[in-house]
């Protein structure tokens, strides 16, 4: 069975998370990515989690899995010309580059059109203007931290880098675009996707932005989920879990599997309000909390999951990280996305397939390679280089 | 200029972010996205945040901009005829199928395939073996809320629906690479996505489940970045700013700024340890928090910003949602990506571009399409259904 990228190849210069993850996903696809690094790595090569043994980043071993490597001077002038033929190489599937750069104007979409005018760039930024910003920085912007967390405490920055995340995949998404464009047209493209402009398209795109318009900012309200049911509730021996009611039909598993469905309807008439919509089960959250949650506390995490499970009702459990990844471990069908690799210069790893499943497979997971591993068979097979002229460029120190 | 994906048609049959906002970002980028709902809506058709003046969805009617809507009765055979020969029409950039169906296996797969053997269809799900499952619960279930927030509370769940929107942009990505394929191959493909994977695979992508196995949980620690330097900081008129030092010149333009260049360099010497490593820098985050805070202190925000910006400092103001919208309001080029649209049934919105922007333009925002307003349309233009066609179905109640 084929993975559907087979056949495209994408050269990739970037760091932290946005970009290197695009690359990850278009090569757990099975698209052939060439990252170019500079010699000794660039500024996320170190980045933590570093594994206890060899102090080797986890981070960055885990977003450059499966990418063939090129590490290069890219300040020097051979360098640079050793790049740019790799980005621009001939080939209906080739001439696709996704950078993050700052500074490189010899790396421009420009200077790469000029030596392949069908050629395919897609550049990371953090503001679309230029100005430098990361996942931290735009979220305190567009406000997020100012609706998370209690009621009592300061803003909460989320700790998973979000947006990141999402600016990853639109790369993927982009470059694929691009290609679809270049297949039919002929045309290139330049595409460029700033940080900043991802965090305000998604807070908008949730119709937040309006809405703050409309009714002013929104309270700040710990764990409920906004405009819908959702509240966790803590059981007799202390497990903590997560209860959602966004349906009519979640609603009504959630209330008669604790007992509460008189208790509601009554409740409905007293307060002139529908329960089954979502802003009754909203307006007066804290009164379903506080109705539902002792249900709960009269049960063990086992006793309610049975009877949860058994109602239908849409529930999860909070675990720790370490008590989803020690539940992988002793069942790996519970995670079925993830698989135990064999990292060189690690050891056992848990990493993950592409959540993105082709004709009922997951992708596997193939390691990262060591920095620079392929540069001398990269540049023979894709430029045609020679041993001697690898070896002059060794000699050089270009390589 | 062309949009990138002119000449593609997808047809989505979904609810709730993910596949919906995977056909919003398809559409932005030029694709024809057909969306088909049950008549009267689907269950996200009322779903907060809603218009103050009309209770018109203004989540429904941003998640749903730019593509054509068509309103059957799916649970009659004609209705199902009709969703069935749209979504498996002929075309070389036709039969692609997007869906989060529970329960309708007349939409299966198979059933389309059966039709249409190059058929590609993009299933979301909950969990990979049909459980349900939301954002909320997934994010619970492997362990972020465990690690944000202050250390005194309990778990945070985050207020961004994070998991589904990279789960949306993911589908984005999966269309198109079974595009990519068809093109090339000729096979269709049958691709699942699903929301606990996503979550699962993106914990394991950072490193964090390996790191975890190896070091146990790591400490919830409110505003600091993990593994190298973040945090947030107070000036002398209440604003709050998050300062980030992820590299050696981050933190070099950070001390010197702030003019504490001096007392870490003392106090490297005196702890053994080295400011410009991320392990120093996030080890010693305390210390560095205490040293840095007092300057922010002294000064107000306008000083702040001014010395920081000169200073080539990362850093990121804490606004509210809407001070952040006021402040595009005000000066529209400083989220460059939003848009004022006029939204039919609600008004003016803050709407969005694409986050992705094209040989340097920004995609603009179509609105959103009264619910069934293309019915006819789209039935006479793809299936070439006849006006005495329409009017029975009509007649019948199935349009």
Known sequence: MSRPLEGLRVVEFASFVAGPSAGMTLAQLGADVIRVDPLGGNSDYRRWPVDT???????????????RTVAVDVRSPEGQELVLALATAPGPDAGIFADNNVGRPWLS????????????TVHFEGHADGRGAVDYTVNTEVGVPDLTGPPETAPVNHVLPAWDIIAGQSLATAVLAAVYRRARTGEGSRVNIALADVAAAWVANLGWLTEVSQRGDRERHG???????????????GGRLYLVALTPRQWKNLTETTGTTAVFAALAESLGTDFFTDEGRYTHREAVAAI???????????????????????????QTMRG???KFQADPTSAPVLVDLDQPGIGTVISSSAPIRVDEHYTGAAPAHVLGADTDEVLASVLGLSDAELGKLHDAGTI
Do not use: C
Not at 53 to 65: E, V
Not at 112 to 118: G, H, T
Not at 223 to 237: H, K, L, P
């Open 109 to 120: 979409h420009d200077a790469l059109a000029a030596r392949r005018p069908d050629m395919i």
């Open 324 to 326: 989803f990844t020690e």
């Open 223 to 237: 764990n409920y989920m906004y405009g819908s049911f959702g509240v966790d509730a803590v059981t007799a021996d």
């Open 53 to 67: 043994g060899s102090d080797n980043s986890l981070y960055w071993n885990s977003l450059n899995r499966g990418k």
């Open 292 to 318: 539902i949650r002792p249900w709960f506390a009269q049960r063990t995490m086992a006793e309610a999951k049975t009877a949860l499970d058994a109602g239908g009702v849409l529930w999860g459990p909070y």
